[in-house]
Nanobody
């Protein structure tokens, strides 16, 4: 079992920045990758970015160049630096952890990000 707790969401104006953080606890040695997904009202949950234990990253195309994912393996945290935010970035952002073997998917409770003037 892995527990994930997010922090850092809030209200920001268009063009602004926010930094999300997620702390993992529990069976952290089984974590293979961590990341962020988001879900806007009326839409499906979508990938934002992921990062493996070795530091390999993967971003959704719409986030490339604006968002940066990073990880501190010593502190068992993953962060998401979001710059040049747009109103369409408004969503609940969920921290994610992939564990294995056997494979398991774990989610945080979500943190609201609202981009509005």
């Amino acid at each position: 079992q892995v527990q994930l707790v997010e922090s850092g969401g809030g209200l920001v104006q268009p063009g602004g920045s926010l930094r999300l953080s997620c702390a993992a606890s529990g069976s952290i040695l089984s974590i293979r990758a961590m990341g962020w997904y988001r879900q806007a009202p009326g839409k499906q949950r979508e990938l934002v970015a992921t990062i493996t234990n070795s530091g390999r990253t993967n971003y959704a195309d719409s986030m490339k160049g604006r968002f940066t994912i990073s990880r501190d393996n010593a502190k068992n945290t993953v962060s998401l630096q979001m710059n040049s935010l747009k109103p369409e970035d408004t969503a609940v952002y969920y921290c994610y952890a992939l564990i294995g073997p056997p494979r398991g998917d774990y989610w945080g409770q979500g943190t609201q990000v609202t981009v509005s003037s």
